[in-house]
């Protein structure tokens, strides 16, 4: 075996590791955190396994769709562990161009017979060079169907979705969502304005060797402009003078217009983003409280705050749909109401490529009822002529136009101000995600 394959070795099978999680129901961010936990990867290292992971999770279709090609058996029916071995090796031989040939045979198979599937070595081996020779030969897995089908499979996405892509959008438009959720998403910084500024964070980093760029229509924001590795280590990390939030994620806290010394409830908080860039963008003058229903992630928002010296906020472990009954006092209490809901997420799949596979038409239709809870639910707790955002992290209209327009047809006393829908093709980047200002007239 060459020292390239042996030095290999780890990232691989930290890739490998992290799709048997995420088949069997585990987050991929969690899985790959809790990988890199238990067996810390460096540098170059790092960046494979996590490339690895993430793109063969975009990809399991087209993946699938090789191994239907070059095997004997298809892929829902091969052994789970030998199926994702081969989707890491074949990954490396189809997106991977910078990964000679060899090198992403030759660790599979290594990695097969060290660890529990020695038996099928020869297998793994045998169907990646058909698969070779497929590829240099011009060939490549195909399916039949119509339209929705074919974009499926041709972007890696689950039939329904495809199919209400077509809906939305045009054929053009829907290609092009499709096609921007499996591109590598740009990391992105927000700027703690309390602490830094963006020039100042902009030249530390630059002198560790981390080149950004500012982001249009986000003062606050940066974005990398190379690999990224653990930023913890980062400078100005531990100081809070930066943490990392999609650009989206920075449009949404504005849009509240807050003003010093209102008192602001942020409904769904955690891990506490939105809610820490509204004390920073009101200079830490507002009493805002971050609910959750969980104190476990509270206890992120805690360490968050903490961390960037945000001191304004108070965290509450509760039910937001029920606020009113828990603390009757708070009714009509909050000048600015922000419900950053629970979502199908489908505005993410870039960041989230395993959301794809999790989500399903049924899940989706489980959130709306406690959408609309959180709207109905938390509309006493906010002041006459206070405004209310509702923001969403997906493209449903279900979830999105459809919910809010409901929504003022039961509550007249509320005016719609503004509704802005993004998408993931968006040319100013970012994740797709849905927000409507709403204004309380009495």
């Known amino acids: 075996m060459s020292q390239s394959t042996t030095t290999g070795l ?191 964070v902009a030249e530390a980093l630059a002198e560790a060797g981390h080149a950004t760029a500012p982001i249009p229509g986000c003062p606050d924001g940066l974005t990398l402009l190379g690999s990224s590795g653990d930023l913890r280590r980062w400078p100005g990390y531990d100081d809070g003078h930066w943490c990392v939030q999609d650009r989206a994620a920075q449009w949404v806290s504005p849009l509240l217009a807050a003003q010093p010394g209102e008192r602001i409830l942020d409904a769904c908080a955690a891990p506490g983003g939105k809610a820490t860039h509204l004390a920073e963008l009101l200079g830490g003058d507002a009493e805002i409280w971050a609910v959750d229903r969980s104190p476990g992630r509270l206890k992120r928002v805690a360490a968050n705050a903490s961390r960037l010296g945000v001191d304004c906020l108070q965290a509450l472990a509760a039910d937001a749909t029920d606020l009113l009954r828990e603390r009757p006092h708070w009714s009509g209490y909050f000048q600015r109401i922000l419900i950053d809901a629970p979502c199908s997420g489908l505005g993410t799949l870039a960041r989230h490529p395993d959301a794809r596979w999790r989500v399903s038409p049924a899940s989706i239709k489980e959130l709306l009822p406690l959408q609309q809870a959180l709207l109905d639910g938390l509309l006493p707790l906010l002041a006459p002529h206070g405004r209310l955002v509702y923001a969403t992290c997906t493209i449903h209209p279900a979830e999105n136009g459809d919910q809010i327009a409901a929504f003022l047809e039961r509550h007249p006393q509320m005016t719609l101000v503004q509704e802005q829908q993004r998408w993931p093709d968006d040319p100013q980047g970012g994740d797709g995600f849905y927000a409507a200002i709403l204004q309380r007239q009495s």
Request: hydrophobic content about 45%; charged content about 25%; some cysteine.
């Open 10 to 200: 780890p990232s691989r099978r930290l890739a490998w590791e992290v799709l048997q999680a995420v088949a069997a129901g585990a987050y991929a961010d969690v899985a790959l955190e809790r990988a890199l936990r238990d067996r810390p990867l460096q540098g170059p290292d790092r960046g494979l396994a996590t490339e690895l992971a993430y793109g063969a999770i975009r990809q399991r279709r087209r993946l699938d769709g090789w191994l239907d090609r070059v095997g004997r058996v298809p892929a829902q029916k091969q052994p789970p562990k030998l199926r994702w071995l081969l989707h890491v090796g074949l990954y490396q031989l189809f997106w991977m161009e910078r990964v000679p040939d060899s090198a992403a045979v030759n660790t599979c198979v290594e990695l097969a017979k060290t660890h529990g599937l020695a038996r099928l070595a020869p297998v793994v081996n045998g169907m990646l060079r058909a698969a070779l020779r497929a590829r240099d030969q011009g060939e490549s897995p195909s399916c039949s169907g119509d339209a929705a089908v074919q974009l499926a499979f041709e972007h890696s996405l689950p039939d329904w979705l495809a199919e209400l892509l077509l809906q939305w959008r045009d054929q053009e438009g829907a290609t092009a969502v499709a096609a921007a959720c499996n591109q590598v998403p740009p990391l992105d910084l927000r700027v703690n304005r309390l602490r830094a500024t963006p020039a100042g």
